[in-house]
């Protein structure tokens, strides 16, 4: 009688949002499958907001190892977890779920090391002489982004958005560590007086919204300028600062940076960021 050979397991993860037609998540992960000869898959799921909790559920019922959410997903899924690290109760989100052997839901959050690692491999060092940000926007990509800077070393934080309500309530659970001020979208040219860094965290920029039309003059002359928008990879914000002679970061590294150690989680493997990768991501448009 001849036995089958049995076969690894495929290791099933993937990526929850509404919409999610447009991620890069699968393509980014299945290089690095593939790159690492490993048996697995990263899906696209399409899930509504309203279903977030059977979906989920569904995880190891299904098999999956775990998954990321994007939008809207990353502040809905927090009731419906079993267990969440430091900085998923400090940021109020989570971008990563792994799923234990008994089925147990735990929620992570690599965004912020996303954040500050995109900066870190640009070369970025806080100068410690002039440890001011600036955060345009108070939408849920900013509050993994503070709590980057905090852990970075920034003393004084400005936010700065539209809905002052919305923006309180980021200082008011996030402040304790920094000296923090929310200002409104009118008095953005104070708020880049003397500020070492400034981060669009909105959707200002991104394809098919407004552009982010700010006046840079009141940054330092050795600022660095960083946008969340990724696509287009060179925002108008960031033109601009060019143009001023500033450092700039596009926000395709903080995409890339957040993934590896989700990636890990779930296989084993800490993949490596490289330039050939972002040019693999960025012929996937």
Same mark, same amino acid.
């Given at each position: 009688?001849?036995?089958?050979? %049995?076969?690894?397991?495929?290791?099933?993860?993937?990526?929850?949002? @509404?919409?999610?037609?447009?991620?890069?998540?699968?393509?980014?992960?299945?290089? @690095?499958? +593939?790159?690492?000869?490993? *048996?697995?898959?990263? /899906?696209?799921? +399409? !899930?509504?907001?309203?279903?977030?909790?059977?979906?989920?559920?569904?995880?190891?019922?299904?098999?999956?190892?775990?998954c990321n959410l994007t939008l809207p997903?990353?502040? %809905?899924? /927090?009731? =419906?977890?079993?267990?969440?690290?430091?900085?998923?109760?400090?940021?109020?989100?989570?971008?990563?779920?792994?799923?234990?052997?008994?089925?147990?839901?735990?929620g992570r959050n690599t965004d912020v090391?996303?954040?500050?690692?995109?900066?870190?491999?640009?070369? =970025?060092?806080?100068?410690?002489?002039?440890?001011?940000?600036?955060?345009?926007?108070?939408?849920?990509?900013?509050?993994?982004?503070?709590?980057?800077?905090?852990?970075?070393? =920034?003393?004084?934080?400005?936010? !700065?958005?539209? *809905?002052?309500?919305?923006?309180?309530?980021?200082?008011?659970? /996030?402040?304790?560590?920094?000296?923090?001020?929310?200002?409104?979208?009118?008095?953005?040219?104070?708020?880049?007086?003397?500020?070492?860094?400034?981060?669009?965290?909105?959707?200002?920029?991104?394809?098919?919204?407004?552009?982010?039309?700010?006046?840079?003059? &009141?940054?330092?002359?050795?600022?660095?300028?960083?946008?969340? !928008?990724?696509?287009?990879?060179?925002?108008? /914000?960031?033109?601009?600062?060019?143009?001023?002679?500033?450092?700039?970061?596009?926000?395709?590294?903080?995409?890339?940076?957040?993934?590896?150690? +989700? =990636?890990?989680? @779930?296989?084993?493997?800490?993949?490596?960021?490289? &330039?050939?990768?972002?040019?693999? !991501?960025?012929?996937?448009?």
């Open positions: 009688m001849i036995k089958e050979k %049995k076969t690894e397991e495929t290791i099933l993860t993937g990526v929850m949002g @509404w919409p999610i037609a447009h991620s890069k998540s699968p393509y980014l992960h299945g290089h @690095w499958l +593939a790159q690492n000869k490993i *048996n697995g898959a990263y /899906l696209p799921l +399409a !899930v509504d907001p309203d279903k977030i909790e059977q979906a989920l559920r569904a995880l190891p019922v299904l098999g999956f190892k775990g997903h990353k502040e %809905k899924a /927090l009731p =419906f977890l079993d267990k969440t690290d430091d900085l998923v109760r400090r940021v109020g989100a989570t971008n990563t779920i792994f799923v234990h052997d008994n089925g147990m839901l735990e090391y996303g954040f500050s690692e995109n900066l870190k491999q640009a070369g =970025f060092v806080l100068d410690r002489k002039n440890p001011i940000a600036t955060v345009l926007g108070a939408g849920g990509a900013s509050r993994a982004i503070i709590v980057a800077l905090q852990d970075m070393g =920034f003393q004084e934080i400005r936010l !700065v958005n539209r *809905n002052l309500d919305r923006a309180q309530k980021i200082a008011q659970s /996030l402040a304790a560590q920094n000296r923090f001020e929310v200002l409104s979208w009118q008095e953005t040219e104070r708020a880049l007086k003397g500020s070492a860094l400034l981060i669009n965290a909105t959707s200002l920029g991104m394809a098919g919204q407004p552009d982010l039309d700010i006046d840079l003059t &009141p940054l330092l002359e050795n600022a660095w300028v960083t946008d969340a !928008v990724y696509a287009p990879l060179e925002t108008t /914000l960031l033109k601009k600062a060019k143009e001023r002679k500033l450092q700039t970061v596009d926000g395709l590294g903080m995409l890339l940076h957040q993934a590896a150690p +989700a =990636f890990e989680a @779930w296989f084993g493997c800490l993949p490596k960021v490289t &330039p050939d990768l972002r040019d693999y !991501v960025l012929s996937t448009t």
